[in-house]
């Protein structure tokens, strides 16, 4: 230290004091949970407006005009994510309507950002799994872009969403389900949510394969539902039991499906989902993170996007069929998130943001806020102010 006196010079430089901070900023966070300390209580509107300068400044952390992966003890903001900007890019078209025109601005600089990286036979990629097509990712992306068109007139957008919609119609085996080009090369019932994509993508123009395409994956879905109302197939990988998040995904791409197609069958395998998830909120909002197929809690921790995704899933159905239980669920499961929101810390990495579990070094996406759990906390949010006090 003589040494570093003398000369006047930190031993460290700008960079280095740029990964102190997310250690300090995350160290303090994994304090605060492990002393079961919550940040100050906040009005509704003060937390959503906070999300949404979060998921702003997530944007702005990437010079691309994609949306940061998130906020992580590894570095702090990561390199844009394809997957979840794509989705994001609904909230930010829907954010316009109601808070501006700056938000248009902002899912347009994503949507350009996609249509540059979109893969030569109209699929996507996630990068950190190299170059080749994921079914999951691209139906994700498709939102964004039939979103996108609708709200703007750029052929650009649809001559996109149209690549994009044929290679999910065209990847498809001779049963016409998603089998290949996925995630760890394993089917996944939460790609309900991409069929979904491909049922908006018809809203636009019909194709009948798509159609064809999205109910063969549907029905699949179906048939993988357990009498406890979960799902085989729905974890990230073979054998294990699934988190909330992918749940939510498989009950939204039934529930949103069934609606568009007038199939009641679907809408009543998302209720089932939906209902037994019910039995597992407790009296806090508290959801465990990942539930075996016969329905047993399988972690103590909490997946906070999760519970943002069944308060969705809940308050939609709410608006469809009634009940007050949904409404209930609903409220319930976002009182647990807000109560983990910190709206005032000077660190713009972590104020508005929501983390990834409950402790924060829960067993999904631990030691960071993921651009997609303040996302559909943004969705949720505005949900709730529809709902009966």
């Known amino acids: 230290m003589r040494g570093v006196r003398r000369s006047g ?9 740029t990964m102190l901070k997310p250690i300090a900023g995350f160290g303090a966070l994994a304090l605060d949970d492990l002393r079961q300390r919550t940040p100050p209580a906040a009005p509704l509107e003060a937390r959503l407006l906070a999300a949404e300068a979060w998921l702003c400044r997530a944007q702005d952390a990437s010079t691309d005009g994609g949306v940061s992966y998130g906020y992580s003890l590894r570095g702090g903001w990561r390199a844009s994510y394809p997957e979840t900007s794509g989705y994001i890019a609904t909230t930010f078209l829907r954010l316009a309507r109601r808070r501006g025109p700056d938000y248009l601005q902002r899912a347009e600089r994503i949507l350009n950002w996609l249509t540059s990286i979109q893969n030569p036979d109209g699929s996507f990629a996630n990068p950190r799994y190299g170059k080749r ?21 750029r052929a650009e957008y649809l001559s996109c969403a149209r690549r994009a919609a044929a290679w999910l119609t065209g990847i498809a085996d001779a049963q016409l389900r998603w089998t290949r080009s996925e995630h760890l090369d ?4 939460y790609n309900a949510r991409t069929a979904w994509a491909l049922l908006l ?18 029905d699949w879905a179906v048939s993988e539902q357990h009498a406890s109302g979960l799902f085989d197939h729905c974890a990230f990988s073979r054998g294990r039991p699934p988190f909330t998040h992918t749940l939510a995904y498989a009950a939204r791409g039934l529930l949103e499906s069934g609606m568009v197609l007038g ?16 039995q597992h909120l407790d009296p806090r909002g508290y959801l465990p993170a990942t539930l075996t197929v016969t329905g047993k809690a399988a972690s103590r921790s909490c997946c906070l996007t999760g519970n943002c995704q069944f308060a969705i899933v809940w308050a939609r159905l709410h608006g469809c069929v009634g009940g007050d239980a949904y409404r209930q669920g609903a409220l319930r499961a976002l009182d647990f998130v807000m ?6 810390t000077a660190d713009g990495g972590l104020r508005g943001g929501i983390k990834g579990s409950q402790p924060v070094w829960g067993r999904y ?6 651009n997609w759990a303040t996302k559909f906390f943004v969705d949720a949010l505005w949900m709730r102010k529809d709902l009966p006090a």
Do not use: K, W
């Not at 097509?133 to 007139?153: K, N, P, W």
């Not at 394993?186 to 019932?189: I, R, S, W």
């Not at 199939?263 to 019910?278: G, I, T």
């Open 339 to 344: 109560a983990t929101q910190d709206v005032d």
């Open 365 to 370: 996406a631990p030691m960071t806020l993921p």
């Open 186 to 189: 394993t089917p996944h019932v």
């Open 9 to 17: 010079h930190l031993p460290f430089g700008p960079d280095s004091l």
């Open 133 to 153: 097509g994921i079914v999951f990712d691209t139906g994700q992306i498709l939102f964004g872009l039939v979103r996108g068109h609708q709200a703007t007139g």
């Open 263 to 278: 199939e009641s069958r679907y809408v009543d395998s998302a209720r089932r989902c939906a209902d037994a998830m019910l």
């Open 201 to 218: 993508m018809n809203e636009l123009e019909f194709d009948p394969r798509r159609e064809a395409v999205a109910r063969s994956n549907l």
